[in-house]
């Protein structure tokens, strides 16, 4: 399984180099989240005002919603309001969801929706919707919390567009560009979600995917019988003659269970008929992202607490989904291949390891949409300075004492 991203940009490889200096990473981060971002905030803005009168240079001048397009009855919008609210999840102040500061709970409320658009203008490596106006649309570009941070609400022009004939819809978003190879858990959470709305299109509606797809991606369209429609795509300027715009359900930090269920209705019963996996195992991650510098031997220590080691580069996709639905005890480590646990039943007992500086709680969202018997560890690594962290073995063994194990 595949979990292959962007590479770091300069300042995050100098991020990382730093914290050996604490001192200088904490001034570094300071500096970024503050003077650094407060510049490019600016300089956006001032070319916001500056190009607003020309329509092929400079950013988008302002927005638009078509959820209260369609709210209001717009006569010149064609779609539909699927869902106006998915309600809260129910945290406690101590929960993972809380400590990591992300504010995933305070999402809702989420409309999802779709519409019709003709001669549609999709821009920039998050291909989100312009209209001739200017204005950028609100929900291809997350919400009015993110929308400015979106690549299509910061460019200065634009390359010739690409005009393609007949039906389309897209996949394509911030969380998923085209100039990307997507990371495993946006791919199951940002990206497959919006498929939901497939059958309300025409029958001969093609699908704009990023360029740069892994096998596990191709996969994962192939079993449900799209892998043909699909049109790999590097453009950032396109023309579409009829677009089938499908938004996004939810972000993988926030509570979405109708982005989960439609994962779940779509995928459990591609699970691989033949294969058979452990009941109770460790899930093993292959990638370099946030990994541990002892892993070999946590995981050496898991095997001789009786938990069989599965590496997630030895699965398939639709072996993934048998291993995980038929699960009764699973532990693993924060990371995208923990996106998983969306195929498991409801009371497996799951046990997630998470280093203190790696802080992140969309698996506990994932659990209370599902009812499983859930419960977070967080390990202690020694501080910010750590570039590949060190979990201390007797922290895995309390971690499992606690558990029940």
Known sequence: MSHSIKPLNLLDRFGFASRRWPVVNRFF??????????????????????CKDFPHWGPPRRTFSLYHALRWGDPEIRGQIILEDQGAPSVRPDSLVVQCGLHQHLEQPWPILRSEHSNARLVSTSLALLNDKKELCLESAYGPQRWRSDPAARFLSLPPPVYLTGNWTSLVSNWVPTDGTPIYGHWLHDALPRLASLDHFPKDTGILVPKWLKPIHWETLELIGLKERCR????THLILEKYYFSSPTSMIDCYNPYGVQAMRKTFLDKADPYYSGPKKFFFARSGK?????????????????????????????SQTIKLFSQATDICGFLGSNMSNVIFCSAGCRVLHW??????DGWVDLIAEILGLNYRTVILNCGGPQNHAPV??????????KSAGY
């Open 391 to 400: 979990v201390d073995p007797a922290e895995i063994l309390e971690g499992l």
């Open 29 to 50: 981060h300071f500096s970024r989240r503050t003077v650094w971002a407060a510049f490019v905030e600016g300089f956006w803005e001032f070319a916001r005002v500056l």
């Open 354 to 359: 998470v280093p203190d500086i790696f802080l």
């Open 232 to 235: 790999p795509t590097a453009e």
């Open 289 to 317: 992202r946030r990994s541990l510098e002892n892993i070999d031997a946590i995981t050496a220590l898991l095997a001789s607490e009786g938990w069989a080691v599965v590496r997630d580069m030895d699965l398939n996709f």
